[in-house]
């Protein structure tokens, strides 16, 4: 097997321990040819210190100024890898992930053995139920209803029953999009259509990311074997409602971009007609969680009308 260069690029954001632990289990990756890049967000404490006299030069770390998002963050990291290292490969990891040893080494073999495979994802599973899958994605994204459709099949019919991860999928299969959480991409498809959309910030840019690479005729594959560990959530319960905003807002974002208008026509319908009140019924009635609410109808808000009006409540360092 060839080993090409990866750069492996971790966003920390006041998340100093589960960013310790992340590194400390990339260490005992198998995979010989990569680097790492930690992109500091703008943590408001000794983060970027810490990491760098734990780590030395295990690291490569850049602090930024205030906090760019996932999308910009890693993005700064993308760039100083293109600009420095040159790899074959780029791998956005979650830091609140623990990585098996053979994980990237998995990953590469499955994206090197074929030149139509773009951008990959690894097996992602509970890191307090470490047999149990997290992000399992298939299916299609359905652009009349603005969400990602998985479809029905017997590897979902043995999630469902909890079975064990052994026994739910072990095949490299082709998908719609990957999760976030641990993506890998070509250098390539890089060259080809370009960084993370900044506009994000957070959220949704991966789906965004893996429909282009899609229309630029790539692959997108989910590698089960490959396997990452993930607490899930962190950046997002520092700050309340922060997911709640920005899943909402970008979910209009990543419409009024790919969608035609037919499309989009019917997506406010059905968003409108059905899906809105179906969710202020769950946070006003079922849950009891008025301030949620209140997070989603403001992301809601600045999608529909291309707003940033909120978005300074959920940017704070």
């Known amino acids: ?24 289990s990339l260490k005992r990756i198998t995979y010989p040819n990569y680097e790492v890049i930690v992109v500091d967000n703008g943590s408001r404490g000794n983060d970027a210190q810490v990491l760098q006299e734990r780590f030395g030069d295990y690291i490569h770390l850049i602090q930024n100024d ?9 993005n700064i990291g993308i760039r100083r890898a293109l600009n420095n290292s040159h790899p074959d ?37 509970y890191y307090n139920h470490p047999d149990e899958i997290q992000h399992f994605i298939r299916g299609k994204i359905d652009l009349w209803r603005g969400q990602a459709i998985p479809l029905l099949s017997i590897v979902a019919e043995k999630i469902k029953k909890r079975e064990s991860a052994k026994e739910q999928c072990d095949q490299v299969e082709e998908v719609a ?98 899906y809105f009140w179906l969710v202020m019924g769950y946070y006003l009635m079922l849950s009891r969680k008025p301030n949620l609410f209140a997070s989603f109808y403001r992301g809601v808000r600045d999608g529909l009308f291309d707003s940033e009006a909120s978005a300074k409540l959920y940017r704070r360092d």
């Not at 990585?99 to 690894?122: C, N, Q, R, S, W």
């Not at 990957?178 to 949704?204: A, H």
């Open 89 to 125: 490969y780029f791998l956005l990891l979650n830091n609140d992930t623990v990585a098996d040893p053979e994980f990237l080494t998995e990953m590469i073999k499955v994206a090197e053995a074929e030149p139509a495979i773009g951008v990959a994802g690894a097996g992602i599973y």
């Open 66 to 74: 205030k906090n760019y998002g996932f999308a910009g963050g890693a």
């Open 177 to 274: 999009q990957v999760t976030g959480c641990c993506f890998l991409i070509k250098e390539q498809v890089l060259r080809s259509i370009g960084l993370l959309d900044e506009g994000y910030f957070c959220y949704w840019e991966e789906m965004d990311y893996c429909l282009r690479a899609k229309r630029a005729g790539y692959k997108i594959v989910y590698i089960p074997k490959a396997k990452v560990w993930h607490k899930g959530g962190q950046s997002g319960k520092k700050i309340r409602g922060l997911s709640r905003y920005y899943t909402a807002r970008n979910r209009f974002k990543f419409m009024k971009k790919h969608a035609t208008k037919w499309q989009y026509r019917c997506f406010l319908i059905y968003f409108f007609g059905f």
């Open 1 to 24: 097997m060839n080993y090409p260069k990866v750069s492996i690029i971790i966003l920390n954001w006041n998340g100093l321990e589960d960013t310790i632990e992340c590194l400390e």
